[in-house]
């Protein structure tokens, strides 16, 4: 199993649409990629990013599939207009670990 692993801020005045984007197209849009979400943090405080976000794949194959689709240079994309500094990468995800 393979995790990939999200980082964001999010732009100013763009808060309440980018909300609604999360939680109206972004997880389902991830779900189907075959990518199953499993971790979400927000930081109030602090240095570093803003948001992470998690989700698994059965294997690196599956998520690399994931990661060069249509779907997900259009996902990234749409996501960009609500934040700054996405960057992502992919790890071994380790059975019972969350971040």
Request: charged share 30%; no cysteine; aromatic share 12%.
């Amino acid at each position: 199993m393979v995790k990939l692993i999200m980082t964001w801020n999010i732009r100013e005045g763009k808060e309440s649409e980018y909300l609604e984007f999360l939680t109206r197209d972004f997880t389902k849009a991830v779900r189907a990629m075959g990518i199953e979400p499993t971790d979400a943090w927000y930081a109030v405080w602090g240095r570093g990013p803003q948001v992470m976000v998690a989700g698994v794949a059965d294997d690196l194959d599956a998520m690399e599939k994931s990661l060069s689709s249509d779907e997900w240079k259009k996902l990234q994309e749409r996501l960009r207009e609500f934040v700054v500094e996405f960057r992502y990468k992919v790890v071994e995800a380790v059975p019972g670990f969350q971040l």
